[in-house]
Nanobody, 116 residues
Framework: VQLVEYGGGLVQAGGSLRLSCAAS???????MAWHRQVPGRERELVAS???????YYAESVKGRFTISTMNAGNSVDLQMNSLKPEDTAIYYC????????????WGQGTQVTVSS
């Protein structure tokens, strides 16, 4: 399984970015998600979408971020609006195959930096 993220970069506070993740080699339907990590802190789940379309958002991003899947679940995007400096992190795409309790497959990460 390979997950490749695109779309990170530098943006001013209040701006928008769209992250994309292309998955290849998935052998099972999977919950797709975006996590983020700041150096020295634990990785946190930002948003996820299950195979039945149910979504989850961390409280800190509700109303600002939108997760969506395409290509029968083989790609997942994260639209990030009204970005804040505290959204600065490395963002990781992840996949959790059906019947797995944890995310098994991870992308390499893409840096998102929000300047104040």
């Amino acid at each position: 399984v390979q997950l490749v993220e695109y779309g990170g970069g530098l943006v001013q506070a209040g701006g928008s970015l769209r992250l994309s993740c292309a998955a290849s080699g998935l052998t099972s339907i999977s919950t797709m998600a975006w996590h983020r990590q700041v150096p020295g802190r634990e990785r946190e789940l930002v948003a996820s979408v299950s195979p039945n379309g149910r979504t989850y958002y961390a409280e800190s991003v509700k109303g600002r971020f939108t997760i969506s899947t395409m290509n029968a679940g083989n790609s997942v995007d994260l639209q990030m609006n009204s970005l804040k400096p505290e959204d600065t992190a490395i963002y990781y795409c992840a996949a959790k195959p059906l019947h797995y309790s944890t995310y098994r497959d991870w992308g390499q990460g893409t840096q998102v930096t929000v300047s104040s």
